[in-house]
């Protein structure tokens, strides 16, 4: 806890120190930094247990953004940039014991090594040369109900060595506030192919008459229209994008405006992955569910798609920083692992150990399965 020449050195609430580098949240009781509390949802003081609501300005709102108006802006600050932008290095002094905290690449939320007090790079999420946040999801799962998650994901892996399973888990959870563009668009497809529908013919072979399934194929084709609302893409690098596709779905319902105080205590990053990379990656999200209606359009027992031709209309945005991620790193048998947990569902991805026996002796037992139920059917004829 602080001592008394620190508490009377101390900013006042959500002042900014370092010239505008840095944001820290101090308590009002007792000087100490406030952290978010996922319980409260409010600000919370460690120490003595004031908690301070966490105030929203009146015209705060989460709206939707033209695509392409932002575009446009987008490339003229880069031209004025000539290139720059804000996910270098940077020092932010802790105003807690005085050391420098080094923010690295697009990182922009953090604690001090040294005396472990939440700190903030500040002005980063607002400036003038990025596309500014719109919403922040809060954590809602606890640390200590994320490791039961954990825990439970562990003992469900099936082909997981058992001293894995028995052992578990060991290692630091991180509270992380990642970045996510959402697109919507409006989508009008046409397309062609087959459709094949299922009939059952008698035939003899071998003085044997037996009913043999075939299909018949017809000429299909048409348009579809359908309106995509939230489609999510991960505005960082570095991480497994189809785990976090996996975290899905979100409550995005419960979005609230863009504030610092939420990602008191925890970690957050930037966008690296630019507006205009991210809408092709929610582009194959679209297709693969436009594929899913045309199949269901053509009908059928089977089908085969020879095109689709879409056309995206009206395509909005939201800038969805941030959504909570509970991250563990673990290693085992010296191969390193990531884990990553919905810090609002609770839903738990990650990377696991397999276990060549356990898959060995699976896939031996299958083929003898399938081997003596061939040798019953023959010995039946």
Same mark, same amino acid.
């Given at each position: 806890?602080?001592?008394?020449?620190?508490?009377?050195?101390?900013?006042?609430?959500? =002042?900014?120190?370092?010239?505008?580098?840095?944001?820290?949240?101090?308590?009002?009781?007792?000087?100490?930094?406030?952290?978010?509390?996922?319980?409260?949802?409010?600000?919370?003081?460690?120490?003595?247990?004031?908690?301070?609501?966490?105030?929203?300005?009146?015209?705060?709102?989460?709206?939707?953004?033209?695509?392409?108006?932002?575009?446009?802006?987008?490339?003229?600050?880069?031209?004025?940039?000539?290139?720059?932008?804000?996910?270098?290095?940077?020092?932010?002094?802790?105003?807690?014991?005085?050391?420098?905290?080094?923010?690295?690449?697009?990182?922009?939320?953090?604690?001090?090594?040294?005396?472990?007090?939440?700190?903030?790079?500040?002005?980063?999420?607002?400036?003038?040369? !990025?596309?500014?946040?719109?919403?922040?999801?809060?954590?809602?799962?606890?640390?200590?109900?994320?490791?039961?998650?954990?825990?439970?994901?562990?003992?469900?892996?099936?082909?997981?060595?058992?001293?894995?399973?028995? !052992?578990?888990?060991?290692? !630091?959870?991180?509270?992380?506030?990642?970045?996510?563009?959402?697109?919507?668009?409006?989508?009008?497809?046409?397309?062609?192919?087959?459709?094949?529908?299922?009939?059952?013919?008698?035939?003899?072979?071998?003085?044997?008459?037996?009913?043999?399934?075939?299909?018949?194929?017809?000429?299909?084709?048409?348009?579809?229209?359908?309106?995509?609302?939230?489609?999510?893409?991960?505005?960082?690098?570095?991480?497994?994008?189809?785990?976090?596709?996996?975290?899905?779905?979100?409550?995005?319902?419960?979005?609230?405006?863009?504030?610092?105080?939420?990602?008191?205590?925890?970690?957050?990053?930037?966008?690296?992955?630019?507006?205009?990379?991210?809408?092709?990656?929610?582009?194959?999200?679209?297709?693969?569910?436009?594929?899913?209606?045309?199949?269901?359009?053509?009908?059928?027992?089977?089908?085969?798609?020879? =095109?689709?031709?879409?056309?995206?209309?009206?395509?909005?945005?939201?800038?969805?920083?941030?959504?909570?991620?509970?991250?563990?790193?673990?290693?085992?048998?010296?191969?390193?692992?990531?884990?990553?947990?919905?810090?609002?569902?609770?839903?738990?991805?990650?990377? !696991?150990?397999?276990?060549?026996?356990?898959?060995?002796?699976?896939?031996?037992?299958?083929?003898?399965?399938?081997?003596?139920?061939?040798?019953?059917?023959?010995?039946?004829?």
């Amino acid at each position: 806890m602080p001592d008394a020449d620190a508490r009377s050195k101390s900013p006042k609430p959500g =002042e900014s120190v370092d010239d505008g580098k840095g944001r820290i949240f101090p308590c009002d009781n007792c000087g100490a930094d406030l952290e978010f509390s996922i319980g409260q949802q409010d600000l919370k003081c460690p120490y003595c247990g004031h908690e301070k609501l966490i105030e929203l300005a009146a015209d705060a709102d989460i709206g939707e953004q033209d695509f392409h108006t932002i575009l446009v802006k987008v490339r003229e600050w880069r031209e004025k940039s000539n290139g720059q932008d804000q996910s270098g290095q940077s020092e932010v002094r802790c105003v807690g014991c005085g050391g420098n905290v080094v923010f690295v690449g697009s990182l922009t939320s953090s604690e001090c090594p040294y005396c472990g007090s939440p700190i903030q790079l500040d002005k980063v999420h607002d400036s003038p040369k !990025r596309i500014p946040v719109h919403g922040v999801l809060p954590f809602q799962i606890e640390k200590e109900k994320a490791r039961q998650n954990l825990t439970a994901w562990v003992r469900s892996r099936w082909f997981a060595p058992g001293e894995f399973a028995l !052992r578990g888990v060991d290692g !630091r959870f991180n509270g992380v506030y990642l970045p996510f563009w959402t697109y919507d668009s409006m989508t009008f497809s046409r397309y062609s192919g087959e459709r094949g529908d299922h009939y059952f013919v008698t035939v003899t072979e071998n003085n044997q008459t037996k009913q043999e399934r075939r299909t018949r194929w017809s000429p299909a084709s048409g348009s579809h229209q359908r309106f995509f609302d939230d489609v999510l893409t991960l505005g960082t690098k570095g991480m497994r994008r189809d785990m976090m596709d996996a975290l899905e779905p979100w409550p995005l319902e419960s979005l609230q405006p863009f504030s610092q105080e939420l990602l008191a205590g925890f970690l957050a990053r930037t966008y690296e992955v630019e507006l205009d990379e991210g809408f092709p990656i929610a582009k194959q999200k679209m297709d693969a569910g436009i594929a899913s209606d045309v199949r269901g359009l053509i009908g059928g027992d089977e089908q085969r798609v020879s =095109e689709i031709k879409t056309r995206y209309d009206a395509i909005t945005f939201k800038h969805l920083l941030l959504l909570p991620v509970w991250l563990l790193a673990y290693r085992y048998h010296d191969k390193s692992y990531q884990i990553f947990i919905n810090a609002v569902t609770g839903e738990v991805q990650g990377e !696991r150990p397999y276990s060549f026996w356990k898959i060995f002796l699976t896939v031996l037992l299958a083929v003898g399965i399938v081997a003596t139920v061939a040798l019953v059917s023959k010995l039946m004829k």
